[in-house]
């Protein structure tokens, strides 16, 4: 009798199991039918596009931006008949998919930076994120923004002193440069923790996001890669990977630690933490650990998770902006000294220590800014899936398709930009701006999961290149037309380099 019952049970469960897993396999299937209804590049059986990605890293960047010329602006791209993944490169299609809390979540590709960052603020969906970003806010806001803009100074300053040991060179690299700069200075304000620029451990924090940075790409293009689970116990390049994620955590851990080791030995309250003094400038990490010990609402692993994603985010972004706006810049002079008449109009007897009010007040570099991060956003392209079936350009995007938005195609989309290749800052004259779609210029991203720190980047920004331009004239090396653009996690040139001139401008 009980052997019976045993044998009925299993039975029953492997019945169930049978009919669950079909039923899933029919709604995969009817899923499938429904994407490839959208127009894409030609496939072939069983690999899709796969064949097509496989080469150089700058030759698929070319074809993806080919890709989305020919079949855009809602089109597919399949990496094998299993993996169809929607892209998009128009504005009005991207209000349709990212314009609505309801599609917040991220995309499948975001798994594969799971092991460096967590579930932190670029990864979190649901009520973990509803709840980080009203921790969050408060750190970028206006009143800690005009504080930080000291540190800015000071590190503009520093970066300056760096740029003249470059003078004598025929071209400097400013790639390295770069990160450095804004590395220190996002560590100096929202962490409250001054690098030493001679350190080891700060040089191979930035090479191993490099690194990172390609591992990810790999496995994009590579479907037996995207398990976690097996990726990092059977593959070379999955080991590699958790030697280098160990040395972004002891990075960021030690900055924690320092951190709160001080919060605890001056006891500094929730209210205390939205000012600013010499022992005091933390706001971003003050109010994470005040969120943990006042009402428990994040704890330990979620403070590391946002630190992590906030360290990288805060500076490498701003680093990949800031490269490619001075390579613009070399190749413009007249913009150059256009920017350079304005920062002495605007900031007069405080050219060395401009406050907010000076900086919000420098318009022509704002545009400048602004063309810069059109032409080259430091995040090229953002992914989301669909939390509902959404009628776009004529097609349906069905429930759980992954959406990847081509930020990087939209801004040279010459429905909103015509001649989208030209550097023109004159695109951001405000009579110019008025009937431009609110999704057509989304460096930042746009609706709801827009960059929690945009503010901080434009003062950021408008503060080193005001130091770079009042004491250098920058001369082209690079153009437009001679670097070559790879595929990564943020937008990068070839090796990592990006040639300008530095040459002293005479006072």
């Avoid at 009798?1 to 709604?27: I, S």
């Avoid at 059986?45 to 150089?56: D, E, L, R, S």
């Avoid at 890669?225 to 999955?238: A, I, R, S, V």
Wanted: aromatic share 14%; proline share 5%; net charge neutral.
């Amino acid at each position: 009798m009980f052997l019976a019952l045993f044998v009925l049970f299993w039975a029953l469960l492997c019945y169930m199991f049978g009919m669950n897993f079909f039923k899933k396999l029919g709604k995969f299937i009817k899923y499938l039918l429904v994407v490839y209804k959208l127009p894409g590049p030609e496939r072939v059986a069983v690999f899709g596009n796969m064949w097509q990605i496989w080469c150089k890293p700058e030759e698929v960047f070319k074809q993806l931006r080919l890709w989305s010329k020919e079949h855009g602006p809602v089109y597919i791209v399949s990496v094998t008949y299993l993996f169809p993944g929607v892209n998009i490169a128009e504005a009005e299609a991207f209000e349709k998919v990212a314009g609505t809390i309801k599609n917040i979540k991220k995309a499948p590709v975001y798994n594969f930076l799971k092991l460096w960052l967590g579930q932190g603020l670029l990864r979190s969906t649901g009520d973990k994120w509803h709840t980080r970003r009203k921790i969050l806010t408060p750190a970028f806001h206006f009143s800690i923004l005009q504080q930080f803009v000291t540190i800015f100074n000071t590190q503009t300053n520093r970066f300056v002193n760096v740029l003249k040991q470059e003078t004598d060179k025929e071209w400097t690299n400013v790639v390295p440069l770069v990160s450095q700069f804004t590395l220190c200075t996002i560590s100096d304000t929202s962490m409250g923790t001054p690098l030493n620029l001679e350190s080891e451990n700060d040089k191979n924090y930035v090479s191993a996001i490099y690194q990172v940075g390609k591992i990810v790409y790999y496995r994009l293009t590579r479907p037996w890669t995207y398990c976690n689970t097996l990726f990092y116990k059977f593959f070379p390049t999955g080991y590699k990977e958790k030697e280098l994620v160990k040395t972004l955590h002891d990075f960021t851990d030690n900055i924690i630690a320092k951190r709160m080791e001080y919060f605890e030995k001056f006891e500094v309250s929730e209210d205390d933490s939205y000012n600013y003094s010499k022992s005091k400038k933390m706001a971003f990490l003050d109010l994470l650990i005040n969120a943990k010990l006042t009402d428990g609402s994040i704890d330990d692993q979620g403070i590391k998770d946002e630190v992590n994603t906030f360290l990288f985010e805060g500076h490498d972004t701003i680093a990949t902006s800031l490269g490619f706006i001075l390579m613009l810049l070399a190749n413009h002079r007249n913009y150059q000294d256009q920017i350079f008449q304005e920062i002495i109009t605007v900031l007069e007897d405080c050219v060395e220590n401009p406050e907010v009010k000076h900086l919000n007040e420098l318009k022509f570099l704002e545009r400048c800014i602004k063309e810069g991060l059109r032409l080259y956003p430091s995040i090229p392209m953002i992914a989301r899936v669909m939390e509902e079936n959404t009628e776009v350009n004529g097609y349906i995007l069905p429930r759980n398709a992954p959406v990847h938005i081509h930020i990087f195609d939209i801004h040279r989309n010459e429905k909103h930009w015509p001649d989208p290749e030209k550097f023109d800052p004159d695109r951001f004259l405000p009579e110019n701006c008025v009937n431009r779609h609110p999704f057509s210029f989304v460096p930042f991203s746009a609706g709801p999961r827009n960059c929690i720190g945009q503010r901080f980047a434009y003062l950021e920004l408008k503060a080193v290149l005001c130091g770079i331009i009042r004491n250098f004239i920058l001369e082209p090396v690079d153009t437009q037309e001679t670097i070559q653009l790879v595929p990564d996690i943020v937008l990068r040139t070839e090796n990592e380099i990006l040639k300008v001139k530095f040459s002293l401008r005479s006072t």
